[in-house]
């Protein structure tokens, strides 16, 4: 096992590519329910050999200091996954940054797994990654994931029209943030 973290309900883990038909059959459970908010994905995204691939990159990036992406399962159910939280492209220097994602299955949706979830990530984010800032970019439509954000403590930072191409068009999206305020 790699890195892992636990909340009251929650099991925040690293994944290896030993665990490649956990986190694959949570993706194809999660593909047509995430399909507004989600970047068009290669038609080999949920195979095997390339859901390994990507959990050994993970390791290594999280190694290299890069990112962090953790699994999300119930303590209740320690085996099967429900969902992800990500910090990406941590930026050091003077930036001290990294950008969240996160997402959820549609059966663990609206029980307040994610706020746990992401509030667990902030912590670790600023306690043992010693990070300054976190952004979360999230399209204007996608209630519950701003809900999310703003229950975690993000602020509303700004507006970028056509940030990312999701689901095969440009879409804008809202900036938020938290600062961590024990770094001055």
Same mark, same amino acid.
């Given at each position: /096992?790699?890195?892992?973290?636990?909340?009251?309900?929650?099991?925040?883990?690293?994944?290896?590519?030993? %665990?490649? =038909?956990? #986190?694959?059959?949570?993706?194809?459970?999660?593909?047509? +329910? %995430?399909?507004?908010?989600?970047?068009?994905?290669?038609?080999?995204?949920?195979? /095997?050999?390339?859901?390994?691939?990507?959990?050994?990159?993970?390791?290594?990036?999280?190694?290299?200091?890069?990112?962090?992406?953790?699994?999300?399962?119930?303590?209740?159910?320690?085996?099967?996954?429900?969902?992800?939280?990500?910090?990406?492209?941590?930026?050091?220097?003077?930036?001290?940054?990294? %950008?969240?994602? +996160?997402?959820?299955?549609?059966?663990? #949706?609206?029980?307040? +797994? /994610?706020?746990? =979830?992401?509030?667990? #990530?902030?912590?670790?984010? @600023?306690?043992?990654?010693?990070?300054?800032?976190?952004?979360?970019?999230?399209?204007?439509?996608?209630?519950?994931?701003?809900?999310?954000?703003?229950?975690?403590?993000?602020?509303?930072?700004? @507006?970028?029209?056509? +940030?990312?191409?999701?689901?095969?068009?440009?879409?804008?999206?809202?900036?938020?943030?938290?600062?961590?305020?024990?770094?001055?």
């Amino acid at each position: /096992m790699q890195g892992a973290w636990e909340t009251d309900r929650l099991l925040l883990r690293e994944l290896g590519p030993e %665990h490649a =038909a956990a #986190v694959r059959s949570l993706g194809l459970r999660c593909m047509e +329910y %995430h399909v507004p908010w989600e970047p068009v994905r290669p038609s080999d995204h949920w195979e /095997m050999p390339v859901v390994s691939q990507r959990l050994q990159t993970q390791l290594a990036e999280s190694r290299a200091d890069k990112s962090l992406c953790l699994c999300l399962s119930l303590k209740s159910d320690p085996e099967g996954l429900v969902g992800s939280v990500n910090l990406r492209n941590i930026m050091r220097g003077a930036l001290h940054s990294a %950008h969240l994602g +996160y997402g959820l299955a549609p059966e663990a #949706v609206g029980n307040g +797994y /994610m706020t746990e =979830a992401v509030l667990a #990530v902030v912590h670790i984010a @600023f306690s043992s990654l010693n990070l300054h800032r976190i952004e979360a970019n999230i399209i204007p439509r996608n209630t519950r994931s701003l809900g999310v954000a703003q229950r975690a403590g993000f602020s509303h930072e700004g @507006f970028s029209p056509r +940030y990312l191409r999701v689901n095969g068009r440009w879409e804008d999206h809202v900036r938020l943030a938290r600062l961590n305020e024990s770094m001055q």
